[in-house]
């Protein structure tokens, strides 16, 4: 059966370490995926105005699940915005208090990102690189936005951990995932990207068996349980790997890019 819907992951997937892919051979893909009626969706725990940027003349014309799910957007359209209620959000802020960790913490609205504003001025500028839209604050109660999720950076060997104290703590309210190199993700918990894919796939009666998904950190696991052709990247935790049916070449590899192009050879 013919690919219809092609979800990416960004970072370690569809970019490079550095960041970046190769501008011309996605845009002459990209052109044979709109000849074939191909659906090309942007599916990650980044910021959706951070999503845009990496595709300024198609921004308008993409799909994007933001946020891990929570942020669901097509052809510039909102489709689902997930909201965390204040019990939620007041019982992580605590969560990080008691942990002393505000000066990891991003707080990710639909507006904007927020840190704290006694966060040092390298964290600020290193965080800045993954959103479009970042604000200090003195405090995350004066915020006035949605919220839909919590984002965070420790050392590596910590999240094992972490994961399991989020759980404990707050896991009947939010769902803690791993996104790669430290970074731990509490999202509201059923929305995933898998869930944001089947939002998609619902509004353009597309099916499980005519879409591909590429992932490689634990965020990705149930759009790759999701989907009927799933990849794993080659630099993909374990976990990962064994959640997916294919394999593809690093990010550093254009692994994407060189799996897209044998998809659409599949009639």
Same mark, same amino acid.
């Given at each position: 059966?013919?690919?219809?819907?092609?979800?990416?992951?960004?970072?370690?997937?569809?970019?490079?370490?550095?960041?970046?892919?190769?501008?011309?051979?996605?845009?002459?893909?990209?052109?044979?995926? !709109?000849?074939?009626?191909?659906?090309? %969706? &942007?599916?990650?725990? =980044?910021?959706? #105005?951070?999503?845009? /940027?990496?595709?300024?003349?198609?921004?308008?014309?993409?799909?994007?699940?933001?946020?891990?799910?929570?942020?669901?957007?097509?052809?510039?359209?909102?489709?689902?915005?997930?909201?965390?209620?204040?019990?939620?959000?007041?019982?992580?802020?605590?969560?990080?208090?008691? !942990?002393?960790?505000?000066?990891?913490? %991003? &707080?990710?609205?639909? =507006?904007?990102? #927020?840190?704290?504003? /006694?966060?040092?001025?390298?964290?600020?500028?290193?965080?800045?690189?993954?959103?479009?839209?970042?604000?200090?604050?003195?405090?995350?109660?004066?915020?006035?936005?949605?919220?839909?999720?919590?984002?965070?950076?420790?050392?590596?060997?910590?999240?094992?951990?972490?994961?399991?104290?989020?759980?404990?703590?707050?896991?009947?309210?939010?769902?803690p995932v791993s996104t790669g190199h430290g970074s731990i993700d509490l999202i509201i918990?059923?929305?995933?990207?898998?869930?944001?894919?089947?939002?998609?796939?619902?509004?353009?009666?597309?099916?499980?068996?005519?879409?591909?998904?590429?992932?490689?950190?634990?965020?990705?696991?149930?759009?790759?349980?999701?989907?009927?052709?799933?990849?794993?990247?080659?630099?993909?935790?374990?976990?990962?790997?064994?959640?997916?049916?294919?394999?593809?070449?690093?990010?550093?590899?254009?692994?994407?890019?060189?799996?897209?192009?044998?998809?659409?050879?599949?009639?």
């Amino acid at each position: 059966m013919p690919i219809k819907l092609i979800a990416v992951d960004m970072d370690g997937t569809f970019l490079d370490s550095r960041k970046q892919y190769n501008k011309d051979r996605f845009n002459a893909l990209y052109a044979r995926m !709109l000849e074939k009626d191909i659906r090309f %969706v &942007v599916a990650s725990g =980044n910021q959706y #105005y951070q999503l845009r /940027s990496f595709f300024p003349d198609i921004q308008d014309e993409l799909a994007f699940v933001a946020e891990n799910g929570a942020f669901v957007v097509d052809c510039n359209k909102e489709l689902s915005v997930g909201e965390m209620t204040q019990e939620t959000i007041d019982k992580v802020l605590r969560i990080f208090k008691e !942990l002393d960790a505000y000066s990891k913490l %991003v &707080v990710c609205g639909k =507006n904007s990102a #927020y840190v704290d504003s /006694s966060v040092s001025d390298h964290f600020y500028q290193n965080t800045k690189r993954f959103y479009r839209r970042l604000k200090r604050v003195d405090s995350f109660s004066e915020i006035d936005d949605i919220i839909f999720k919590f984002a965070s950076g420790f050392a590596e060997e910590e999240v094992p951990a972490l994961l399991e104290h989020f759980k404990r703590e707050a896991g009947d309210v939010v769902s803690p995932v791993s996104t790669g190199h430290g970074s731990i993700d509490l999202i509201i918990p059923g929305m995933h990207k898998a869930s944001g894919i089947q939002l998609l796939q619902k509004q353009w009666g597309i099916s499980d068996e005519e879409t591909a998904a590429f992932g490689d950190s634990g965020n990705d696991i149930e759009m790759l349980q999701h989907v009927a052709y799933s990849f794993a990247m080659a630099n993909a935790a374990d976990d990962v790997k064994k959640s997916a049916k294919y394999r593809a070449l690093s990010n550093n590899e254009e692994g994407v890019l060189d799996a897209i192009e044998r998809l659409l050879e599949i009639e």
